[in-house]
Each structure stands twice: as structure tokens, then as C-alpha cells.
């Protein structure tokens, strides 16, 4: 009898695995890609720094500066420019900017 429950504790281990590996694979399979997610987070991301630094440059000179340029020379910005194309339209200088960025993958 010791014998028997023993192996019935087995099959239910052995079950119980089976089926925890099927949910991640199914998952795997059938889930988000990941490296999409990351990318559209590091556009967020890349926007949000553009749209700070050029409130930063508002506040210090009172002006939004004219070009995404200006904030990687004066305001130490850094833009991934291999991955990422990043529109910067200035309308006038007291107009906070148009930025939108692009995955270029």
C-alpha cells in the first residue's frame, strides 16, 4: 500500500510538470514578443528625455530650443539615432515641440 500511494504522488508530480511546461511553451509560442515591447518602451522613453531637456532649455533660457541638435550640444541629451528616427518640429519659441520617435526596425 506504501508502494502505491507513493507512485500515485509520482504520476501527479510528473502531470503537474508536464502541464507547467506546456503553459510556458504555449505562452512562448502564442505571447507578446518581448524585444517588440522593449522597443516601443525605449521610444517612450527616448521621447520623454527629448520632451525634458527641451523644457529644461525653456526654463534656463526661456525659449524652447530650435532643434534636436541644440539640446545634444548645450543639454548633454543622447539620442540612439542607429535605432530610432526622432521628429523634432519647433513651431515657435514659446510652443513646446512636436516630438515623436520611430523605431526604424
Known amino acids: 500500500m506504501y508502494s502505491d500511494s507513493q507512485s500515485k504522488k509520482s504520476i501527479l508530480l510528473i502531470l503537474f510538470v508536464v502541464f507547467i511546461l506546456a503553459a510556458i511553451m ?3 509560442f502564442y505571447g507578446k514578443d518581448p524585444g517588440r515591447d522593449l522597443s516601443e518602451e525605449s521610444a517612450v522613453a527616448i521621447e520623454n528625455a527629448v520632451a525634458r531637456s527641451a ?5 534656463v533660457e526661456g525659449v524652447y530650443p530650435p532643434d534636436l541638435s541644440y539640446l545634444e550640444d548645450n ?3 543622447q539620442v540612439n539615432k542607429k535605432d530610432f528616427y526622432v521628429r523634432y518640429d519647433a513651431f ?4 513646446p515641440p512636436s516630438i515623436k520617435v520611430i523605431n526604424k526596425h
Open 26 to 28: 504555449i505562452s512562448f
Open 92 to 95: 515657435a519659441s514659446n510652443i
Open 75 to 77: 543639454y548633454g541629451l
Open 55 to 59: 523644457l529644461q532649455c525653456y526654463v
